[in-house]
């Protein structure tokens, strides 16, 4: 831990002290710097949205996929997305002090645990015996409707009187299901104020990294200039190119049982982080 924070900041003051702040195009993924010409940087904001994408280079351009070059490098990439649930301010300026500190797994193991909290509340608010009851009115009426049915296919009983049978069955069974324990049990949606996201590629190890937990840290964001910087746990796996490499590299991929993702293996999860501070080449604002 001592030797990656020792790493980042050697890299950064080399970095200020050699280069003027107006040219900075900066982005650094625990200790590994892009390269400072990227071909894409790019933001899109909307109400609620704020996407960044970083890419050393452009692999959506026509020229990129006609080369058809399965050992090209196709570069570093780092796309960011964080949703605020109650809007943002934008321009974003340093006094602002945005910080968001959910991460979308957060989130996902987050809402998995409350809904299944929900689903154990519900089943023990039912009465069971009004549910025992509610099901053999279920049957009576089942039963009843087929000798209904019996008796319109035999001509006995016109359409409009089968449906005024049927009507008369099942409308009592309706009210009583709507006054019921069962349908008066309130559920309660989860959502976080905020969450963040990423992935990086390191087109190198062929690996991505997300983050798991920590803070993200937006110091200033506006049309020409995007500055953050993010710190805390992050968990990385192996892309598939990698993994069919060979067996002991499929092995390896998945050597460490995550603590953070139930029953997930990974390549690494370690304490990280990123510092991104970047001219924008193409804005596009979506509110």
């Known amino acids: 831990m001592k030797q990656f924070i020792l790493k980042n900041t050697f890299f950064l003051v080399l970095f200020f002290v050699s280069k003027p702040i107006d ?11 892009f390269k400072s010409d990227l071909e894409i940087a790019e933001a899109q904001i909307s109400g609620e949205t704020i996407m960044i994408r970083l890419y050393e280079i452009d692999k959506f351009n026509p020229k990129h996929e006609m080369d058809n070059c399965t050992e090209c490098s196709d570069g570093k990439s780092l796309d960011m ?74 001509g006995k009983i016109t359409p409009q009187e089968a449906e005024k049978q049927l009507l008369t069955l099942t409308q009592p069974f309706s009210e009583d299901l709507d006054n019921s324990s069962v349908s008066n049990i309130e559920v309660k949606d989860y959502k976080e104020s905020s969450v963040y996201g990423f992935s990086f590629y390191n087109n190198e190890t062929l690996t991505e990294t997300k983050p798991f937990s920590g803070y993200l840290y937006i110091k200033e964001f506006n049309k020409e200039r995007f500055i953050a910087e993010y710190r805390g746990e992050m968990i990385e796996q192996c892309v598939e190119k990698r993994a069919a490499q060979s067996i002991e590299e499929e092995k390896k991929c998945k050597s460490v049982s995550s603590q953070y993702l139930p029953d997930t293996k990974v390549l690494s999860e370690q304490s990280g982080g990123v510092y991104i501070d970047i001219s924008i080449k193409a804005f596009f604002d979506n509110r």
């Open 81 to 154: 997305d964080i949703e605020f649930n109650r809007g943002f301010k934008f321009p974003i300026e340093e006094t602002d002090s945005v910080f968001i500190k959910v991460s979308h797994l957060q989130q996902g193991l987050n809402m998995h645990k409350h809904d299944s909290e929900q689903v154990q509340n519900a089943q023990n608010s039912i009465n069971k015996s009004e549910v025992d009851a509610m099901q053999n009115k279920a049957e009576v009426i089942k039963e009843k409707g087929k000798e209904i049915t019996k008796l319109l296919q035999e």
């Open 23 to 33: 040219a900075q195009q900066t982005v650094i993924v625990n200790g590994e710097p």
